[in-house]
């Protein structure tokens, strides 16, 4: 399984401003993932990101909210803008492995713990 | 409309029971993967089913997946405190398709 790191572990924000997560990957990878865990429930998905290309959003949320950079294959970006008390979260980044032309497994990074107060 | 249905949402045994917990879909799935997510933690994964009526053993821990593939189990024997977690599936509906589409997840305490 790929190793996948998160800066901020968690962070505590003020409203009004925004923070930028950074996912690393310590292999080469072609899809990245970037979700949204919000207290006790279920992952939701933001937006896939692939190396070269825009992301591609899921209903609900917008790229001028969630700017996501993908400047190479080991690395990406999701910023948090113009943070609200909503926006508290866990967001996570995964990465898949292809394991061939059946199904596809996704790894999970340890997740940034976000606070807006 | 939630695609993949978890029950129990939340589940409290004592430690030695047995449990299961189920993953429906009025959907295909061509798999399904089940995962567990500790606190402070992300999701790991345990296990892929890929083949209907496929069943997969991970020591205590035993997945199936249904016949026609549009639904799971999970079964532990003997939980333990350390099976304690949020248990979460999901699933990939076509061949080629990169999203994952989670369940609500059932959270399990196993209390000593």
């Known amino acids: 399984s790929a190793v996948i790191s998160q800066k901020p572990s968690r962070d505590i924000c003020q409203r009004g401003t925004s923070l930028t997560i950074q996912c690393q990957v310590d292999?080469?990878?072609?899809?990245m993932f970037w979700y949204r865990q919000q207290p006790g429930q279920s992952l939701t998905l933001i937006a896939t990101a692939n190396q070269g290309s825009e992301a591609t959003y899921e209903s609900g949320f917008v790229i001028d909210k969630f700017p996501i950079s993908r400047p190479n294959l080991t690395f990406s970006t999701l910023t948090v803008s113009n943070m609200s008390p909503e926006d508290s979260s866990i967001y996570l980044c995964?990465?898949?492995?292809?394991?061939?032309?059946?199904?596809?497994?996704?790894?999970f990074g340890p997740g940034t713990r976000l606070t807006v107060l | 409309t939630q695609l993949l249905e978890q029950s129990p949402q939340f589940l409290s045994i004592q430690e030695g029971e047995n449990l299961t917990v189920y993953c429906n879909s009025s959907s295909v799935f061509s798999s399904l993967q089940w995962y567990r997510q500790e606190p402070g933690e992300g999701p790991v994964l345990l296990v892929t089913v890929v083949t209907g009526g496929e069943v997969k053993k991970l020591k205590r821990l035993t997945f199936q997946f249904g016949d026609a593939r549009k639904d799971s189990s999970l079964h532990i024997t003997a939980a333990q405190p350390g099976d304690t977690g949020l248990y979460l599936c999901a699933g990939v509906k076509s061949r080629g398709a990169q999203k994952l589409v989670f369940g609500q997840g059932t959270r399990l305490t196993i209390n000593p």
């Open positions: 292999s080469q990878v072609t899809m």
């Open positions: 995964s990465v898949e492995r292809d394991r061939g032309q059946f199904y596809n497994e996704q790894f």
